[in-house]
């Protein structure tokens, strides 16, 4: 089989850019309550209409997605996300940028269902480890990019310019997608479709209100909260997750995606207490806290195209659990963090976690999309990518919650770091337990 590169390099660009979509609005939201006139409290929702309908529409998107050309999806969600763009950089009042925001994230939901079955049919299984370790590597990047990216825009350009990067992105892909893909059908969605979507909707409004209530009112809010959705979510899995639960019975696919979720809460909930520790703590300044996180995103990108070279070599389930386990040495050994550590101590260990996810970013990803059946492939890339922003979203939520408990202590940071490594230790567990199945040789 030939190899095809460039639309690789297409989908690592898109899931890039759209997951640093997700945080690059973060360090620009007091320039926007500004300009705006709005209230603080207003400015989530520039941060949750891209988020909403990320959570409701990458399942189901995914399994339109079993049913449909891939080229014509992929062309209509990076159009749809270009446009969106633009809208939101051009915004006229506060209630059109929130618009184009939740506009963004339902094609930016289409983006991630369809990029994985474009990066696995693009090259041969000799070469899948390593263009998915190119793709997934990115995606983390791309969300602790967002931040310091984001303020430098602000700066230098003024906030429209973080929507208005995408643009050029979004001509370089659909040029890539145009002249090395074949050309296919689009099928429009049914009315399960649509059906899913809500559900899963709802589900996803309630879940963030509640945790931004017990981020508020503690932990008895949170359990108030919670209480409408498990009744969603058992109707969604009996009415409409067929797809899903099949995909799910096959052990080699459903532990990446297990996987894949806990990774994702331990790096966010790393991400998040870490500049707390280096500034409450040891009085760093912002700068200085932005140098000392670098090693974290510095070591995932270095190790990723290792990853994907002893996925291709030495297995994709082998390597997935070499980066879990590499990845809850690194957060074992933030557990005793300390007052008197200078910040060398704690970006040595943020290095050893990033090399960890970095190993294991493509080689998971390449496992479940390797032991996926072909008609279900788009609702494989969609449960990883579900799967991923479940954790992140989940990540700073437990954080909050354990450091809060402590009175923001030091105590409650190393309770905090201590089920970070409870939860990466989960994730080895669930690679290792599915390697007593037979793995396809990659």
Known sequence: MRNHWWPVAGSGLVVF??????????????????????????????????????????LPAGRWLDRTGPRSALLLAVAGFTLSSLAAGLAPAFAHLVVARVAQGVFAAVLFAVIPSITIRAVGPDQAGRASALVMTLGPLGAVSGPPLGGLITQAWGWPWIFYINIPVGVVVTAIALTTLTPDSLRL????????????GT?????????????????PYLTVALAGVPPLLIWWRTRTS???????????????VKAIMLNALVISLVEFLAPFYLQ??????????????????????????????????????????????????????????????????????LAVIG????????????????NAPPDLQGTAGAAQSLARQLGFSLGPALATTTWALSDYTLTGMRTAFALATLTALTALLCLRTARRFHEPTT
């Not at 969605?189 to 899963?200: H, I």
Request: hydrophobic letters at 55%; charged letters at 10%; proline letters at 7%.
């Open 242 to 256: 067929e797809p899903l639960r099949a995909l799910l019975r096959i052990p080699m696919a459903s532990a990446p």
């Open 17 to 58: 850019m759209a997951t640093l979509d997700t945080s690059i609005v973060a360090v620009a939201l007091p320039a926007l309550e500004r300009d705006f006139g709005v209230r603080t409290s207003a400015t989530e929702w520039v941060v949750l209409g891209y988020l909403l309908p990320l959570i409701a529409l990458t």
């Open 280 to 349: 409450r703590t040891l009085h760093l300044s912002p700068i200085a806290t932005a140098t000392a996180i670098l090693a974290f995103p510095v070591a995932m990108v270095a190790a990723g195209p290792v990853g994907g070279f002893l996925g291709d070599r030495w297995g994709t389930s082998r390597t997935a659990a070499l980066g879990a386990a590499v990845t809850t040495l690194g957060v074992l050994l933030l557990v005793p963090v300390a007052a008197g550590w200078d910040p060398s101590n704690l970006s040595w260990r």
């Open 189 to 200: 969605p049914d009315r399960t479709f649509f059906a899913e979507t809500a559900l899963l």
């Open 203 to 219: 589900a996803a409004v309630a879940l963030l209100l509640a945790l931004s209530v017990s981020a508020s009112h503690g932990l």
């Open 355 to 370: 090399a960890g996810t970095g190993l294991f970013a493509g080689p998971s990803f390449a496992m479940l999309m390797s």
